[in-house]
């Protein structure tokens, strides 16, 4: 029961040009939204989040879309570095439910910018 | 800056076995998670841990699995008799705050012969 898809299992963006991944989610008690990085032989990293009641977060060169009425949430890398290549996961949990706040992930879009 | 440690960083077994992970969370999280991953799949939610219970676990976490905070410092995962099938990365994650961002270890290679 995938919860949280991410379609496109990998993306070739040139430096400097706009990176944007997609993620889409299936229950509607979702209300917070992470994304993830991943290195090769390393743990997830945090990279940014959204809270339901926000439409868009931004840090950086890094912003976070959400659209509740489509569940669909995007992240934007702008300007895109050689050094972002890697998987990005987008993650969701139910916070407003009594629960331990379980990340349910998606399967990861392998991000590669070329120089 | 703090992070999440996790030992060791590649576990080798055989089927039957008892294995024990461990991961030192950040020192002041309160709430411990355990994921796993195997090899071309997602990241899968095992169990969380708050208080010196588990508050939530899916259905991945069966009797063979355990978790421990034997001491202020160490968090546990227990398998008791290993499958083929539990080999992958297991990934330990911490926060101070539920519902906020989780921090992940970078994860044990779990492999069962």
């Known amino acids: 029961d995938q919860q949280v898809k991410q379609n496109s299992p990998s993306l070739s963006v040139q430096e400097g040009r706009i990176s944007i991944l997609n993620c889409d989610y299936t229950?509607?008690?979702?209300?917070?939204f992470l994304w993830y990085k991943k290195y090769p032989a390393e743990g997830p990293t945090f990279l940014i989040s959204?809270?339901?009641?926000?439409d868009k977060n931004e840090d950086g060169r890094f912003t976070v879309f959400l659209n509740k009425s489509a569940k669909h949430l995007s992240l934007h890398i702008v300007p895109s570095q050689p050094g972002d290549s890697a998987v990005y996961f987008c993650?969701?949990?139910?916070?407003?439910?009594?629960?331990?706040?379980?990340?349910?992930f998606g399967k990861g879009t392998s991000l590669l910018v070329t120089p | 800056e703090p992070e999440v440690t996790q030992t060791p960083s590649h576990q080798v077994t055989q089927m039957g076995q008892e294995v024990i992970l461990r991961c030192v969370p950040i020192?002041?999280?309160?709430?411990f998670y355990w994921y796993r991953q195997i090899l071309g799949q997602k990241v899968e939610f095992l169990v969380s841990?708050?208080?010196?219970?588990?508050?939530?676990k899916s259905e991945i976490f069966d009797d063979q699995f355990s978790v421990e905070r034997p001491d202020g410092s160490n968090f546990t995962l227990k398998i008791r008799s290993t499958k083929l099938e539990d080999s992958a990365m297991y990934f330990c994650?911490?926060?101070?705050?539920?519902?906020?961002?989780?921090?992940f270890g970078p994860g044990t290679r779990l492999t069962v012969l």
């Open positions: 993650a969701a949990s139910a916070r407003g439910s009594n629960s331990g706040y379980a990340l349910n």
């Open positions: 229950n509607s008690m979702f209300d917070y």
């Open positions: 841990f708050y208080n010196n219970e588990i508050s939530e």
């Open positions: 020192s002041n999280h309160l709430y």
């Open positions: 994650a911490s926060t101070l705050d539920r519902g906020t961002e989780q921090f």
């Open positions: 959204i809270s339901s009641i926000k």
